[in-house]
């Protein structure tokens, strides 16, 4: 018996594949258009809000309210009524990853026709997407071993790189990528890479102290053992310090007469979210750490962090070639130069 033959596809059929796969590629972006930047911003916001559910669940003790991963809890991927609240905000904040993912593939997807022009959205939304599979694992690490203190710090960590990572991202999609040329002089550049450094240790700090404290989850949640009293004043060190490297930021920059104008717009951000963060991290020390505003403290480190990052990157010319006196150099946000597409 011969063996059976399948006739070959037309080939209308055959170019129709192709075809289709090419009008959807010719229907991307080729150049850092009004989608680009949306979904940059929604990249953004979307890493903000999951610092906030995260807290949530930690400040309400939810963290175990899904006792398991990556089920919610054995036989049920979601929560049952009978786990309550806890079970309920612990899967709300798990399921929020599913938006994340949404958004990250399409931000990639979005600058995928300007790989070789614009390498570095390219990289940078790469690397946002291989982000949440490490989140993911970070994750289940932190159940399986109980909600230890040290790995839920890293958890938080990892979500403040995020913000970062995703605050670059909004500013080379207005800005272009890295320029060669310094705005500043050396001494500013260093100035704002050292108050950088006293961020990162603010946060780190603070980190510590929430995982010694009484929000570090419920009474059954273990702390890191440090004393908390200790750590509370500890945070409030490099705190001042940024402050007043801050301070010195928003000297320099007015003070300059080659300074863009989006860096003295930054600087003066950057200055108003410390004002509101320590005025928060008093008031709740005065009134017994209250949840909201402990939780307000973390999306306001979020915040820190993301303009902090667009401060630093203000301080050098962009692949725009915005600099005093050119096409850009306004208070508003140019726009995005457009490339050829190969």
Request: hydrophobic residues 50%; glycine residues 10%; positive net charge.
């Amino acid at each position: 018996m011969k063996p059976a033959v399948t006739p070959a596809a037309p080939p209308a059929a055959r170019a129709s594949a192709p075809t289709s796969a090419s009008r959807l590629i010719d229907r991307l972006p080729s150049t850092v258009d009004a989608r680009v930047r949306l979904l940059a911003w929604a990249s953004l916001v979307i890493q903000t809000v999951l610092i906030g559910t995260g807290g949530a669940v930690r400040l309400t003790g939810s963290g175990l309210g899904c006792p398991t991963w990556p089920q919610c809890t054995a036989g049920s991927l979601t929560n049952t009524p009978e786990m309550g609240i806890h079970g309920l905000i612990e899967f709300a904040n798990r399921a929020l990853t599913g938006v994340v993912v949404v958004i990250a593939i399409l931000v990639f997807v979005s600058v995928l026709r300007m790989r070789a022009e614009r390498r570095d959205l390219f990289v940078i939304t790469l690397l946002q997407g291989l982000s949440i599979p490490l989140q993911a694992v970070i994750g289940g690490i932190t159940v399986l071993t109980g909600l230890n203190p040290y790995i839920v710090g890293v958890h938080f960590v990892v979500s403040i790189l995020l913000v970062l990572l995703t605050s670059m991202l909004v500013y080379r999609v207005y800005y272009g990528p890295r320029g060669t040329a310094r705005l500043m002089p050396g001494g500013y550049l260093v100035l704002a890479h050292v108050t950088t450094l006293f961020v990162a240790i603010t946060v780190i700090v603070g980190v510590l102290t929430t995982g010694s404290g009484p929000h570090a989850g419920d009474a059954h949640t273990p702390r890191n053992g440090l004393d908390t009293a200790f750590l509370q004043h500890a945070h409030s060190w490099p705190a001042y310090a940024t402050l007043a490297g801050t301070l010195l930021l928003v000297f320099g920059a007015f003070r300059s007469r080659i300074a863009p104008p989006r860096l003295r717009r930054f600087v003066v951000i950057l200055l108003g979210v410390e004002l509101v963060q320590i005025a928060v991290g008093l008031t709740q020390a005065r009134m017994g750490l209250p949840e909201v505003l402990v939780g307000l403290h973390m999306v306001l480190a979020g915040a820190l962090v993301g303009v902090m990052t667009a401060v630093v990157l203000s301080s050098r010319s962009s692949g725009l070639g915005v600099l005093p006196g050119q096409t850009g150099s306004s208070g508003s946000m140019p726009t995005a130069r457009k490339t050829s597409v190969r």
